[in-house]
């Protein structure tokens, strides 16, 4: 049986997280399923590709927002169910929000969704298609009935990343200002909210780092996971090469009351497009980490990712495996 993690992480234990222990002749922190792709592009049938999905624990099983670009190449936002964390019924359908505001509500366009509870509601942030991209906020208590609010911020912006609890008595979110195409730049910023509606406080948080896998761009990837070491953040990095861009991941502790605050920062990625499913597809070269759940007793991880702009992947690793290399390897 597997011992305790020696690092504290605060939130429930997750018995049933899926897993695959570390094949042997793996050197790396972090390794993928023997099942990817395990959300193929064309799992209902309105669908071209899948990924970019934010999965959460939900009643003893999951549920999750996906990533649906259709055929016709509209980009949507659909939940989806599954026992295992693996095998996932998606409606074919996307989510329609309620909301008190129809300009709001009636938003072009919603992509690469997070997923977190917070106190009673699970909430759903995206990349909103409102005069350009902007931070689009919603909650739902069931996955049932999904309710939208105000926008965060003005466009253009994209990677709105809640925190999973208040930070100084204020929501909590990271974001990626950006411009309305394919940013060349970008970096990740802190924002705190009394309301989840009215946003201010922003601090700066991460930038790129020339000549490096993330010399192009940056962005918050899952849900921030809190340990007593601070809190721990996977973020996608994007380096711009003769090919076009290459999307990576790495890792990040941030300092539990400040957490524009970087403590430590790797210097290697953690995982870059290598596998035909993530070099291969609609756009090649990307590893896009999106979600992650956590079993607070042991520690293990699984990071949901999107694969080429096109499946939906998934990977492992270990908090005090992860943290211990983040420290070691950190600029």
Same mark, same amino acid.
């Given at each position: ?217 940056? @962005? $918050?990837?899952?849900?921030?996971? %809190?340990?007593?070491?601070?809190? =721990? ?5 994007? &380096?711009? *090469? ?7 991941? @790495? $890792?990040?502790?941030?300092?539990? %009351?400040?957490?524009?605050?970087? =403590? ?5 990625? &953690?995982? *870059? ?7 291969? @597809? ?50």
């Amino acid at each position: 049986m597997e011992t305790n993690s020696k690092i504290k992480i605060v939130g429930d234990p997750l018995p049933n997280i899926p897993w695959e222990d570390c094949p042997k002749n793996c050197k790396d922190v972090i390794w993928r399923s023997d099942k990817n792709p395990i959300i193929p592009r064309d799992l209902i049938p309105s669908s071209n590709s899948i990924f970019n999905s934010a999965i959460v624990p939900y009643k003893g099983t999951f549920a999750g927002v996906f990533r649906a670009d259709t055929k016709s190449r509209k980009m949507q936002i659909h939940r989806g169910f599954s026992e295992d964390g693996i095998s996932w019924n998606i409606d074919n359908e996307p989510i329609t929000f309620i909301c008190e505001d129809e300009e709001i509500n009636n938003f072009i366009y919603g992509y690469d969704p997070r997923v977190v509870k917070l106190d009673d509601k699970y909430y759903i942030t995206w990349c909103n298609g409102y005069h350009g991209p902007t931070i689009g906020v919603g909650y739902t208590y069931d996955f049932e009935t999904f309710y939208q609010l105000e926008n965060a911020f003005l466009p253009f912006n994209r990677n709105g990343v809640l925190f999973p609890c208040k930070i100084n008595n204020k929501y909590a979110m990271l974001s990626r200002p950006s411009d309305n195409g394919h940013t060349p730049f970008g970096d990740i910023f802190y924002s705190a909210s009394p309301d989840m509606v009215h946003w201010g406080y922003h601090r700066h948080v991460m930038t790129t780092l020339p000549f490096t896998w993330q010399s192009t761009k940056v @962005g $918050a990837g899952p849900i921030p996971i %809190e340990t007593d070491e601070g809190w =721990l953040m996977i973020y996608h990095g994007v &380096l711009t *090469s003769c090919n076009g861009y290459t999307y990576s991941m @790495g $890792a990040a502790i941030l300092d539990l %009351e400040k957490p524009w605050k970087i =403590l430590y920062r790797t210097e290697p990625y &953690l995982m *870059s497009p290598q596998t035909l499913y993530e070099c291969v @597809g609609d756009t090649p070269n990307v590893v896009f980490p999106c979600s992650a759940l956590v079993d607070s007793d042991t520690g293990r991880i699984a990071i949901y990712y999107g694969a080429a702009d096109t499946v939906t992947a998934l990977a492992y690793a270990k908090v005090e495996d992860l943290i211990d290399f983040i420290k070691k390897n950190s600029l």
